[in-house]
């Protein structure tokens, strides 16, 4: 295996691993970020208030993307299982 097809391969793992947790972590920052708007609009300085919305973003985030996650997964592992002869020579 040459060096260039190692990096490929680390860069797909790379690009694939942001394309599955990117979702669940920019849902879980939009609802970071607007729990903290309310909370400086209101005045609470509550700080495990924040955590609750935030479980709930990533939570609804996974329960929807989570078939488009699998196959992403699914398409990833087929390509590295498909050029295995090669890898391993």
Do not use: C, H, Y
Not at 6 to 25: D, F, S, T, Y
């Amino acid at each position: 295996m040459s060096e260039e097809m190692l990096i490929r391969i680390g860069q797909n793992a790379v690009m694939v691993a942001l394309e599955v947790g990117g979702p669940l972590l920019l849902l879980g920052l939009v609802a970071g970020v607007t729990v903290s708007v309310l909370q400086a609009v209101t005045q609470i300085q509550e700080a495990t208030l924040s955590f609750i919305p935030k479980i709930l973003a990533v939570a609804l985030a996974f329960l929807l993307f989570t078939p488009w996650m699998i196959q992403k997964l699914v398409q990833f592992t087929t390509f590295l299982f498909g050029d295995f002869r090669v890898f391993i020579q």
